[in-house]
């Protein structure tokens, strides 16, 4: 079994910045890629970011390109995602999400986090 537990969400003013954070804890050895969804009210869960295992290659949705970025530690068992730049239609909480995988998954994690919210005022 896998745990994640996020941090670092909060409130934050349209054009500014938050860096999520997401511990893995429990069966971490071995390769495993690393996402960021989001849910914001009435809408259906959907995705952020990924990573893959070696931190090499990362995919974002369209709605976050050029303002988040994702990456990780593996020696800390850690994801991060820095969202700059950001807008009301960020607010959601978001969720971190483990897939023991070497590829690049946008859906079918097997692992996720409790979430950690996300409101950017205008």
């Known amino acids: 079994q896998v745990q994640l537990v996020e941090s670092g969400g909060g409130l934050v003013q349209a054009g500014g910045s938050l860096k999520l954070s997401c511990a893995a804890s429990?069966?971490?050895?071995?390769?495993?890629?690393m996402g960021w969804f989001r849910q914001a009210p009435g809408k259906e869960r959907e995705f952020v970011a990924a990573i893959t295992w070696s931190g090499g290659i990362t995919d974002y949705a369209d709605s976050v390109k050029g303002r988040f970025t994702i990456s990780r530690d593996n020696a800390k068992h850690r994801v991060y995602l820095q969202m700059n730049s950001l807008k009301p239609e960020d607010t959601a909480v978001y969720y971190c999400a483990l897939d023991l995988t070497y590829g690049l998954p946008r859906a079918n994690y097997e692992y996720w986090g409790q979430g950690t919210q996300v409101t950017v005022s205008s």
């Open positions: 429990g069966r971490t050895f071995g390769g495993y890629a």
